[in-house]
């Protein structure tokens, strides 16, 4: 075991034109951690995945995932990680069973080991009596059981989630979190997550890290953010170390996509 | 292998569930043998052509296939919008192999709709002139599919939205089925009209189909053929390149 960290990010720097999305930023995420990234919308957040799961090439810096370099080894990055994305990513015209397979197929896991890994899945996530139904039918928060379902079939060491638990009700939340935890501890997986809900990353995450304007404004435990903010809550911290200004955003055309999607596929 | 046949097979379960859109798509070629072909026939054998529908049916059967591979192709941008991309992307594969395996599976689906719209030109009175063709006849359907599904993967690579859509159907799509030859003999246009024709893959498509189909090849089949073929490879190159450019 050299390499103890499974993700470690040195001085990265991502710019779209003139604009830097991620500017200067540094951490560390030691195996089997569970990894918080904080951030108001537009901080850096999502762009930082997408570096680090090789959807986009760095401008400058280093980073090495499970010991891989995403930009050089991608295939090998890529297999290592499992991802669930912000938006959903199913394809609702299949039933869960061939979302699975099709996952297991790009992933290069054997039938036999797929059918296995599908079935098991599926029970965990408590979705395996709805496997043959289309997706299309399926509640918001099935969907994210069976994404997170499907990010796992080629054993991940890390598993990226970008906004878990956005628009889910408590008791699905609750449940999704569990999983989570349970797997981060018997399999010893690594876990790093965005989320907006601060008793959330309180809750779970080993460590915390706040990002606002592309750059790490502080990093730690949670009784450390509190300590070193002189705040009670995290949700305090949060807001102390980001201001209370609210953020714009561009409403791009994807976000307005975003809507009717949420409207017409649930 | 697996990769391209779990993206192929994708196409086609999802082609095949959506009836609708199976049935909407047939529509149109049906409107068009039945009102173009026994509308212009009389006129058509009065000009001393012969049959229209003899003449018409491949170009129909032409039309249907370059319109569902187009869809097919365009259907990259649904696949970016609703996500779905993103989890071909991220996973260990290759874009090529992506591409090979969406192509294929979006030119398999024009296919069938091609062979349905064969079939149902029969059932109206279209006779096949000679069996032995018939496989080359269906050569020329798939490279009919290949290739305008490569092309639409090509432009929706290259989209964000489908706000553009209407500028492709219109200032494409449309014109590239009316300018083929589809419906009307390429012999006697008028020069410029002619060149414009020439330089459309299609008519070349539509003349293969006419020649092994109804035996009335007007450029001739090793032509349409060879045209077809390197077409076909080009705008496949183009579209994985177009493809592989892709941002998330």
């Not at chain 2, 969406?102 to 069996?131: C, D, E, H, M, Y």
């Not at chain 2, 002619?194 to 539509?206: D, F, M, Q």
Request: with cysteine; glycine share 8%; proline share 4%.
């Amino acid at each position: 075991m050299k390499n103890e960290s499974a993700i470690t990010v040195k001085k990265l720097v991502k710019k779209f034109k003139d604009f830097k999305a991620v500017d200067n930023i540094s951490f560390d995420v030691k195996q089997g951690e569970i990894f918080a990234f904080l951030g108001p919308n537009g901080a850096g957040k999502t762009t930082t995945i997408k570096v680090l799961t090789t959807l986009l090439h760095p401008t400058e810096g280093k980073i090495s995932v499970n010991g891989f370099d995403p930009v050089k080894e991608t295939d090998k990055t890529r297999s290592s990680f499992g991802i669930v994305f912000q938006d959903p990513t199913l394809d609702v015209d299949l039933t869960a069973n061939e979302n699975m397979e099709f996952h297991a197929a790009m992933y290069h896991v054997s039938k036999k080991e797929a059918k296995q890994r599908i079935e098991h899945l599926l029970k965990l996530m408590e979705l395996w009596d709805r496997k043959d139904e289309l997706v299309k039918n399926f509640s918001g928060g099935m969907k994210r059981r069976l994404e997170i379902a499907r990010g796992l079939i080629h054993h991940p060491k890390i598993l990226f989630l970008d906004e878990p638990t956005l628009g889910l009700d408590p008791q699905t939340r609750n449940k999704i979190w569990t999983y989570i935890k349970d797997l981060n501890k018997k399999q010893n997986m690594t876990v790093f997550f965005t989320t907006h809900y601060m008793e959330e990353a309180d809750e779970v995450a080993d460590t915390i890290a706040i990002i606002d304007h592309g750059k790490i404004l502080i990093q730690g435990t949670s009784n450390k953010l509190k300590q070193k903010t002189k705040t009670k809550s995290l949700e305090q911290a949060f807001l102390k170390l980001t201001g209370r200004s609210l953020r714009k955003e561009n409403g791009s055309f994807k976000e307005t996509f975003r809507n009717i999607n949420r409207m017409w596929r649930g | 292998m697996r990769v391209i046949h779990a993206m192929w097979l994708r196409q086609l379960k999802k082609y095949w569930r959506s009836k609708p859109r199976m049935i909407g798509m047939l529509g149109q070629p049906m409107l068009f043998l039945l009102a173009f072909g026994f509308g212009f026939g009389p006129i058509f054998e009065k000009a001393g052509q012969g049959n229209y529908l003899m003449f018409l049916a491949p170009g129909v059967i032409a039309m249907s296939i370059l319109f569902t591979a187009m869809f097919a192709g365009i259907e990259v941008i649904w696949d970016r919008q609703f996500g779905f991309l993103k989890e071909t992307l991220v996973a260990p594969v290759s874009r090529t192999e992506i591409m090979i395996g969406k192509t294929l599976g979006g030119a398999t689906v024009a296919f069938i709709q091609g062979i349905i719209v064969a079939i149902i030109s029969i059932a109206i009175g279209f006779r096949i002139t000679n069996p032995l063709y018939v496989p080359l006849a269906l050569v020329f359907m798939f490279l009919i599919a290949l290739l305008f599904t490569a092309l639409g993967t090509a432009i929706a690579s290259r989209m964000e939205d489908m706000q553009a859509f209407p500028l492709i159907m219109n200032f494409l799509i449309m014109p590239i089925f009316f300018l083929s030859g589809a419906l009307f003999p390429l012999e006697g246009l008028p020069t410029t009209f002619g060149t414009i024709i020439r330089i459309n893959p299609l008519a070349y498509g539509v003349d293969g189909l006419r020649g092994t189909l109804s035996n009335a090849a007007h450029i001739g089949i090793h032509i349409d053929l060879g045209v077809m073929i390197a077409v076909t490879i080009v705008i496949s190159i183009i579209g994985t390149y177009c493809f592989s450019k892709i941002e998330i």
